[in-house]
């Protein structure tokens, strides 16, 4: 079937596949796959996300461009996912803002991230953009990601729970290949 992107989740509602080796959201695009934006008591679940080359979002005036999926002032759960292989020029994989944010079993693999305003500090981590959020990020996997600050993750002002995750082989061109904790 012929999907449109960026996808946009709603409040109460789930995206459920397969299985992330079954449903492959492949958007091919240069969007945003799926915007999260004042979305409450939803999980995207059994899928993988990719094929994001992202250089544009509908919130790229504020400075939001790319990543595989865009989250703000929401509070969803990640189950069973896989973020692999996107592009884009603020965050790689994921971008989460103002919101509760729960990962499970997820893979943040192979995404990177560029600068994409020289006068502007920007962090573009590779994997994971984490700002004024809580997050838990259990039994996962954050490797092979690049970025300029936080190849990994990059978080700031948020409060983060880590168990039983891997963050590996992450590389930065700037700080912290692995993770870049801020405030």
């Known amino acids: 079937?012929?999907?449109?992107?960026p996808i946009y989740m709603t409040s109460h509602v789930n995206l459920i596949g397969e299985g992330k080796d079954i449903t492959?959201?492949?958007s091919q695009s240069d969007t945003t796959a799926i915007i999260i934006d004042?979305?409450?008591n939803s999980m995207i679940k059994n899928l993988s996300i990719t094929g994001v080359?992202?250089?544009d979002s509908?919130?790229?005036a504020e400075g939001l461009r790319g990543s595989g999926i865009i989250v703000r002032d929401s509070d969803v759960i990640l189950q069973n996912v896989?973020?692999?292989s996107n592009h884009g020029q603020y965050a790689g994989g994921i971008a989460i803002f103002n919101s509760d944010f729960e990962f499970i079993n997820v893979t943040v693999l192979n995404n990177s991230a560029i600068e994409y305003d020289a006068y502007w500090?920007?962090?573009a981590p590779g994997g994971i953009m984490i700002e004024n959020s809580n997050v838990i990020i259990d039994s996962s996997l954050i490797a092979g990601n690049m970025g300029r600050l936080g190849g990994g993750f990059y978080a700031t002002n948020s409060n983060i729970n880590i168990l039983n995750t891997n963050i590996i082989d992450n590389n930065s061109f700037g700080h912290g290949g692995g993770a870049y904790l801020r405030g």
């Open 38 to 40: 004042n979305v409450l």
């Open 1 to 5: 079937p012929n999907i449109t992107f």
């Open 53 to 55: 080359t992202a250089s």
């Open 58 to 60: 509908p919130w790229a």
């Open 82 to 84: 896989s973020i692999d």
């Open 24 to 26: 492959i959201i492949d």
């Open 121 to 123: 500090y920007i962090s």
